[in-house]
Nanobody
Framework: QVQLVESGGGAVQTGGSLRLSCSFSRRTYSPYVMGWFRQAPGQEREFVASISWSIGNTFYSDSVKGRFTISRDNAHNTLYLQMTSLKPDDTAVYYC?????????????WGQGTQVTVSS
């Protein structure tokens, strides 16, 4: 079992920036891909961004492309999400997730989530 722990959420005004972090406990763990998702009140969880853990290929949802940057620090088992030009629509609980199997669409591990609130 792998535990994912997010941090870095908070409250900012429109146009502000935040950086989320997600660390995992098992030092020998090497996922195929890690990603960020978010869930706003009353809405379904949605994909934000992903990164292949070994190569570093990234993918973003259209709603955050150009404003958010996903990155990872393999040596420190940490995933990041740098968020800039934040908007009230970005308000949500943000979750990191990891997937081991490249052929499986199901994500294997999830963090507990961190709240991001953007005020106008």
């Amino acid at each position: 079992q792998v535990q994912l722990v997010e941090s870095g959420g908070g409250a900012v005004q429109t146009g502000g920036s935040l950086r989320l972090s997600c660390s995992f406990s098992r030092r020998t763990y090497s996922p195929y891909v890690m990603g960020w998702f978010r869930q706003a009140p009353g809405q379904e969880r949605e994909f934000v961004a992903s990164i292949s853990w070994s190569i570093g290929n990234t993918f973003y949802s259209d709603s955050v492309k150009g404003r958010f940057t996903i990155s990872r620090d393999n040596a420190h088992n940490t995933l990041y999400l740098q968020m800039t030009s934040l908007k009230p629509d970005d308000t949500a609980v943000y979750y990191c997730a990891a997937r081991d199997d490249p052929t499986n669409v199901k994500w294997d591990y999830w963090g507990q989530g961190t709240q991001v609130t953007v005020s106008s």
